[in-house]
Structures are given as structure tokens and as C-alpha cells.
């Protein structure tokens, strides 16, 4: 078996540790960075993510009854049966989601074999960068190969996805598994979330002399508060009152025409900026086509700016770092994730990220808050084997 990366070789141990011998395999799923496409894709529209070289690893073998899970993010080792897998919320805690993608498969069918799972990951946990997707993305992989069950790669998002809203309970959209279980190297996905359709669009920053730089605000960030249910409800009562079965279907050339139909201010706001921001993941995924990286920049900036004013989901953290990271050269710079916290992502020279992230730091020191937490996101490959 090889182990090819830290994480891969902690989470081997850890299943010696805990249960004695060896996995049967190795699987693992990344984080991911939504690269431009906020709040977009609960609208039917388009988002851009990549995925990330940090990922959750799941080291597994088979048993004969039942699903047991450890992870290094904790010291407990949960065991449910039948039972729980069949009642969403019966398995609380980080063990829903395990139990949520077990459930999820059974739901639709699938024989699950019963398994021990041992988890290690380094993808840092309620940063944004969906280390939950990432943990239910490798359970869904390694039991989807360890049982052999005919399940295309087409159709393991919306799997993960009624994991997550049904068992766990959180109400995401569907650009997080699809990200994580089908992004490639060097490239970023681009996803119709309404036909789910993917297009891998070159994006090697490396290649450019590039890189993103991702600051963690280190404010803490929540899915599951009331701001996102608001912020989709604007949205759906939004698309009534217009008529369109979903915010996609305005077009950014009839955004005036439907702001007028529109009485409430506030939710004038949050059309506009979907609106708005489909069309630049549009206009986005048309420069990286044709190779010219570094004009994107002015996108991700403006896409910052909507995020800020219109749908107000930004906090002063992460204000603070993308205006300092654009003092500093940035090329474009946003938040990314869903929001009030969360990671800034920016693009830059290669050779800018110890600079930049010094002019960020420097920055949140005169505002007093804490020290940002950077990473270099290079585009990594989605959920596979991995020993
Ligand atoms: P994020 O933005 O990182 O996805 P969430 O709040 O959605 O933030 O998910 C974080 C939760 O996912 C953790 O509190 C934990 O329950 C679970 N989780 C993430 N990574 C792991 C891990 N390696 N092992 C166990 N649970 C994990
Ligand atoms: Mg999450």
C-alpha cells in the first residue's frame, strides 16, 4: 500500500492504532476554495471552485456489522448500526457526518458495507474551506469502493449533498461535493448548478508565475446561523415575485427591468448581487479560457465589493484583508465561502505571498484583531484512491 502524502500515512496508523491491522485502502477528498460564484449556486447559477492539496483522508476495511469512525480531530470512536443509519439525526456530532453518507446511500439503494473508518485530515476545519464536505467526500468514496456499488461520478454529489441537508441538517447548496469529489489539477470547475454540468477550465497558476493566496480571517464562521437561511430566502421569495423559477434566469441585461419590479430595497440588494455575480463567474471563466489569468483580478475585487454591499455577508476581517492585500498588489482579491467570516482568497506573484500576508497581518494588528492564518491554494485533483 502506498501512502503518499502525511495525512495518508496518520490516518493508516490511526486505523493500526484503533482497530488492529491494516486498512483495506486508502481514500481521499480535498477542501476546496470557491475561486468567484457566492451564494450563487443555491440560485441555480454558476460558481468556480478548485480544489485544494489539503484534504481528508479515510483509511477503511470492511467489517461484518455495523459502521465505526475515529478521526484525529477528536478522541472519541463512535460505533452505530442499522438503526441510526436509518434515522436522520440519530448520530450527532462530527459522526453525522459519517452516518449522514451512509444513510444517504441506503436511501438510494445502495448495499453499504459495514466498515471501520479511521479519518486524519489537514484541512482546516470551519475556516470555509468545507473540511465537512471534504470528511463526507472520502467516507462516500471509500465506502462506494469497498463496496463495489455502481455509483458514476455524476451522481455522488447530490448523494453528499442529501447527506448534509437531511441527516446533518445543514442546508448547503451543491458546489461543495461537486467540488470536492470532481475537480482536477490545474484546473477550476465550472458548474451549472442547476443542470450540474462541469467544464474543467485551465487555471495553473504556477505556470503564470501565480499564485492564490488564502487567508484564513480567523473570525468565526457559521453555515448554519440565520444569515444564509435569510440571505436563500430573500433569494426564493425574490424569484417569485419575478416569476422565474430562480435568480439564474434573470439575465444580467434585464437586471434593471426586474429591480423595478421589485418594491423591497434590501432585496433589491441581494437580485443584484446574484445577478451580478453570475454574469462575472460568466465573464471569469471567458478569460481563463483564452489564458489571460491575471485580468481576472478585477473581477474577484468586484465580486468582494457585492458581497459587501449588496448581499452584506462580509465582516470588517475580512474587508480589512482584501483591501490590504490590494494595497499591497494583489491582482483581484474577495472573500470566498459563504460568509460573516471565513477565508480571503487573493491573486498575485508567486513571490508576493510572504508580502502580502505581512501587509494583511500588519493590518489586523492596527485594527487589533487576530493574526490571519495564510495558505497557498494550489488546484488539486478531487477525491480518489489513494493507497
Ligand atoms: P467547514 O467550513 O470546515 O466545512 P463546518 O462547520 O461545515 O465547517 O464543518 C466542520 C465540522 O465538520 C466539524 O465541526 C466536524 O464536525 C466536522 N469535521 C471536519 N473535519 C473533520 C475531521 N477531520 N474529523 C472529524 N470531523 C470533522
Ligand atoms: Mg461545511
Request: aromatic letters at 6%; glycine letters at 10%.
Amino acid at each position: 500500500m502506498t501512502t503518499d502524502s502525511d495525512v495518508a500515512a496518520r490516518a493508516a496508523a490511526a486505523f493500526s492504532d484503533r482497530y488492529g491491522g491494516k486498512p483495506d485502502g486508502l481514500w481521499a477528498a480535498p477542501g476546496r476554495v470557491n475561486l468567484i460564484g457566492e451564494h450563487t449556486d443555491y440560485n441555480d447559477g454558476f460558481v468556480l471552485p478548485f480544489a485544494l492539496p489539503e484534504r481528508v483522508v479515510v483509511a477503511a476495511a470492511r467489517t461484518d456489522a455495523g459502521w465505526t469512525a475515529c478521526s484525529d480531530f477528536t478522541t472519541e470512536t463512535v460505533t452505530f448500526g442499522d438503526v441510526e443509519a436509518a434515522a436522520p439525526g440519530a448520530v450527532t456530532g462530527w459522526a453525522a457526518y459519517v452516518a449522514g453518507v451512509v444513510w444517504a446511500l441506503r436511501d438510494a439503494g445502495f448495499d453499504v458495507p459495514p466498515a471501520r473508518l479511521a479519518i486524519a485530515s489537514d484541512v482546516p476545519v470551519g475556516a470555509g474551506l468545507s473540511s465537512s464536505h471534504a470528511l463526507e467526500c472520502a467516507v462516500l468514496t471509500a465506502l462506494a469502493d469497498l463496496g463495489d456499488l455502481d455509483l458514476p461520478i455524476e451522481d455522488r454529489p447530490r448523494l453528499v449533498q442529501r447527506s448534509e441537508n437531511a441527516y446533518v441538517g445543514a442546508p448547503t447548496g451543491i458546489m461543495d461535493q461537486s467540488a470536492s469529489l470532481r475537480c482536477r489539477a490545474g484546473h477550476a470547475l465550472f458548474l451549472d448548478c442547476r443542470s450540474l454540468e462541469v467544464e474543467h477550465i485551465p487555471f495553473d497558476v504556477a505556470a503564470e508565475g501565480l499564485a492564490v493566496l488564502v487567508l484564513n480571517s480567523n473570525a468565526p464562521h457559521s453555515h448554519s446561523d440565520g444569515e444564509y437561511g435569510a440571505r436563500r430566502r430573500s433569494c426564493e421569495d425574490a424569484a417569485r415575485i419575478l416569476g422565474v423559477p430562480a435568480l439564474r434566469d434573470v439575465p444580467a441585461d434585464g437586471l434593471e427591468t426586474a429591480l423595478k419590479q421589485l418594491d423591497d430595497a434590501v432585496v433589491r440588494r441581494r437580485v443584484r448581487h446574484v445577478v451580478t455575480e453570475d454574469q462575472r463567474v460568466l465573464d471569469t471563466v471567458e478569460l481563463l479560457r483564452s489564458g489571460r489569468i491575471r485580468e481576472i483580478g478585477p473581477l474577484l475585487t468586484a465580486s468582494h465589493a457585492s458581497m459587501r454591499d449588496d448581499f452584506e455577508i462580509t465582516v470588517p476581517q475580512v474587508d480589512v484583508a482584501v483591501e490590504a492585500a490590494l494595497m499591497a498588489g494583489a491582482y483581484g482579491a474577495r472573500m470566498t465561502g459563504g460568509g460573516f467570516g471565513g477565508c480571503v482568497l487573493a491573486l498575485i506573484d508567486a513571490d508576493r505571498a510572504e508580502a502580502i500576508t505581512a501587509a494583511v497581518t500588519s493590518a489586523y494588528d492596527q485594527h487589533g484583531f487576530t493574526a490571519p492564518t495564510p495558505l497557498v491554494a494550489v488546484p488539486s485533483p478531487g477525491a480518489t484512491r489513494v493507497g
